[in-house]
């Protein structure tokens, strides 16, 4: 099956589970859920402010909140990939790779980059599907990001990066995070696919689910330390 007939068999179904999800979730919003913090926030933001998409985020690390129903997982994967920073990450992810000669099999110039671009997008795709939305209702466990957003930089950083080895349940017990880790070696399986003929060993596979679980990792740092860095360079609350 030709390369981009791969990456729009994902993007199909991606979008069908999306919008299924966020019709469930709509009709659920209208009773108020508690636990979907900063939603009210978010209404009224400048569409120009510098935010990561915070859906996903909690204030605090022990704050309690009302469980995330099936439907309102995956209604919030389209709420994280239908957003400027998403596009504009893998744009940047993609001049990365191609710069380093990251799937080499891919080219250079504007078709290189195009096809980096779109496999790029499709494993963004595919890890939130995954990780925000299957996994976590299988495995009943919380996707959100719950910040710590005080203490010493190194408790901080250290609470940012483990939130890729653990995870609270629903009912807010912590443990091993098995969406995090399946959904990486589902979207770097899934990757095999459409990514150049010569990266489908067990060895690209492994480095790809390595890196998956790394990146995320620094996602989770963006989510801990960004609102701090806006505040202290553009002075907002």
Not at 121 to 138: E, H, K, N, W
């Amino acid at each position: 099956m030709p390369k981009a007939s791969v990456l729009a068999a994902l993007v199909v179904p991606f979008l069908c589970v999306s919008l299924i999800a966020q019709t469930s979730s709509d009709q659920a919003s209208t009773t108020g859920n508690s636990g979907q913090t900063d939603s009210s926030k978010a209404k009224h933001k400048n569409p120009l402010s510098l935010d990561l998409p915070n859906s996903l985020v909690v204030e605090g690390r022990d704050t309690k909140t009302t469980p995330l129903t099936t439907g309102q997982k995956f209604a919030q994967v389209p709420k994280n990939f239908f957003n400027p920073f998403t596009f504009i990450a893998v744009g940047a992810e993609a001049g990365i790779d191609q710069a380093a000669d990251f799937h080499h099999g891919y080219g250079q110039g504007a078709e290189g980059f195009g096809k980096r671009y779109g496999a790029d997008l499709a494993d963004t795709a595919t890890g939130q599907l995954f990780g925000i939305g299957v996994y976590p209702s299988i495995f009943h466990t919380d996707p959100r990001y719950y910040r710590m957003g005080s203490g010493s930089f190194f408790s901080r950083t250290t609470y940012a990066g483990t939130r890729v080895l653990v995870t609270r349940t629903d009912s807010g017990r912590r443990i091993l995070n098995f969406p995090e880790i399946l959904a990486s070696a589902t979207s770097s399986g899934v990757a095999r696919s459409y990514y150049p003929d010569d990266e489908r060993t067990a060895g690209d596979f492994a480095v790809s689910m390595g890196t998956r679980i790394a990146f995320d990792a620094a996602y989770n740092f963006a989510k801990e330390f960004w609102p701090d860095v806006r505040k202290h360079l553009f002075g907002h609350k």
